[in-house]
């Protein structure tokens, strides 16, 4: 029997245990594990979270994001405590044509959008079926669904892969994130920081909007009656404290706020 040790408890450490063969001793190493109180010293429970095909994707990466929507698609009609729900999606994106997108007509309802339903200095948009969840509820529905099938977890932390020799594996998988980047026996300096800011809002919108390009902005409804608005990248950058300026420009953004104007938000 194959012994494996995964270094993260994140969506990525998770979702690969959850692939491994049933019959694998596997430990989930990690510092943050779902369930702990909120922190910012990991990013999966801050998550949108939303399937949006990438652009410029290789045929290898089209296929695993297919085959990754496909089994999420799913999970929303088996496992609706899972949080992970179904939704509309309208996506935007600036200097585009149907030509360029590599997922047209290979997800539920494709469309292309009317100019009647774009804003005014908008040039393309599709509308399809997505999928949306909960971060922190699906975190905690997933190891648990991990413990029960056998998975251990271990609270520790790491500052360099070394530091797990002792573990007895056969396998060791990094899952860390940004870990790569600070871990002492890789430092690999090709791993990139992207800091996002978000505003959560309680609201009735049930859709997906996103748009690509000079304005980048995004409304995620979710299944529990909140919005996450957004549109903040920042790359190379650590800050984990909350800019109130920034906040001030996602919350008045008129691009998300068009998309959403008959709708009240209250925010949390």
Known sequence: MAKVTILGAGITGMAIASQLPKNYDVTIVARNIPGDPESTEWASPWAGAVFMGMDNSNEREQKMQLDAFWVWWKLA?????????????????DSSNLEKVWYRNKLPDFRVMSKDELPADASFGMSYK??????????????????????????????????????????LINATGIGPRYLTDVVDDKVQEVRGQTVLV???????????????TYALGRP??????????????????????????????PSVMGAITRLMLIEI
């Not at 088996?78 to 994106?93: C, G, K």
């Not at 029960?148 to 520790?156: E, M, N, Y």
């Open 224 to 253: 529990d009656g909140t919005t996450i608005l957004g549109g903040i990248k920042q790359f190379g950058s650590t800050v984990t404290n909350v800019d109130d300026e920034l906040r001030s420009d996602v919350s008045t953004s």
């Open 202 to 216: 309680k609201s009735k919108f049930n859709k997906i909007w996103i748009r690509r390009g000079k304005d980048y």
């Open 130 to 171: 997505s999928i949306i969840l909960i971060p922190p509820v699906f975190l905690c529905w997933l190891k648990n669904r991990l413990e029960a099938s056998g998975v251990k977890f271990q609270r520790r932390t790491v500052n360099s892969l070394a530091e797990l020799q002792g573990m007895g594996h056969d396998i």
């Open 77 to 93: 009609l088996s496992h609706p405590e899972s949080s992970v729900r179904q939704v509309e999606m309208q996506d935007l994106i």
